[in-house]
């Protein structure tokens, strides 16, 4: 079984251009998540789909990043105009079911370098 | 709101020796779920160990263990016969069972080791 991939793996961009970021979850699994890691610092939550819709988006910082998933598969976060700060490791996970006994998996995440 | 704090970046060990990582949390929810995960270098995060808060045993696979002190909101991981696979970040997280999925993730931990 594949795992959950995210592609590219690493983007460097200037400040305020726009960047796309991309997860394929795990076949099957409805729910998808946004991470992300800023240098050194914990990994902060961005946002839950739930199939294609929007089950928490309470994580994502300000409306620059617009996540989206149509069709319920593969998920894209778009940021733009991008800043400096916006630089980390964005990861993605996917779990079968939401609900707190179910394992999130995650993939090898997108290194973002904004200079 | 719920914290983690893990306050050791780096530790190191012999191979074939006992390490502890530490992890300390913050709630005021009587129930909830803690988590360690570990991601080698370049590759996805994988989920270590869980520990449901109203069990009092601690959880166990294999080589990995936890001490888990709920009063002191402790949350404590120890790796036996340290491998040099065993070599990666470590984080602890934390889950609410509340209307949420999302992880809370502490600062992480790099793991080296030694042969």
């Known amino acids: 079984e594949a795992g959950v991939t995210q592609f590219p793996s690493h983007s460097v961009i200037e400040k305020g251009q726009t960047v796309t970021l991309r997860c394929d979850p795990i076949?099957?699994?409805?729910?998808l998540y946004w991470y992300r890691r800023v240098m050194g610092k914990e990994i902060k939550f961005l946002l839950h789909f739930v199939k294609e819709s929007k089950q928490d988006e309470s994580g994502m910082p300000n409306n620059r990043f617009l996540a989206e998933r149509t069709g319920g598969t593969y998920s894209t976060l778009k940021v733009q105009p991008a800043e400096l700060e916006d630089s980390g490791v964005y990861f993605c996970?996917?779990?079968?079911?939401?609900?707190?006994?179910?394992?999130?998996?995650f993939g090898p995440g997108t290194r973002l370098t904004v200079t | 709101a719920q914290t983690v704090t893990q306050s050791q970046p780096e530790m190191s060990v012999q191979e074939a020796e006992t390490v502890t990582l530490s992890c300390t949390y913050d709630?005021?929810?009587?129930?909830?779920?803690l988590f360690w995960y570990k991601q080698p270098p370049s590759r996805q995060m994988i989920l270590v160990i869980r520990?449901?808060?109203?069990?009092?045993q601690n959880a166990t696979e294999n080589r990995f263990s936890v001490n888990f002190q709920k009063a002191a909101k402790s949350f404590s991981l120890k790796i036996s016969d340290s491998q040099l696979g065993d070599a990666a970040m470590y984080f602890c997280?934390?889950?609410?069972?509340?209307?949420?999925?999302?992880?809370?993730f502490g600062t992480g931990t790099r793991l080296q080791v030694f042969p």
């Open positions: 520990q449901e808060a109203y069990k009092q």
């Open positions: 709630t005021s929810e009587s129930d909830y779920y």
């Open positions: 997280a934390y889950r609410s069972p509340y209307n949420t999925d999302k992880l809370i």
């Open positions: 076949s099957g699994h409805d729910n």
């Open positions: 996970a996917s779990s079968l079911n939401s609900g707190r006994w179910y394992e999130q998996y």
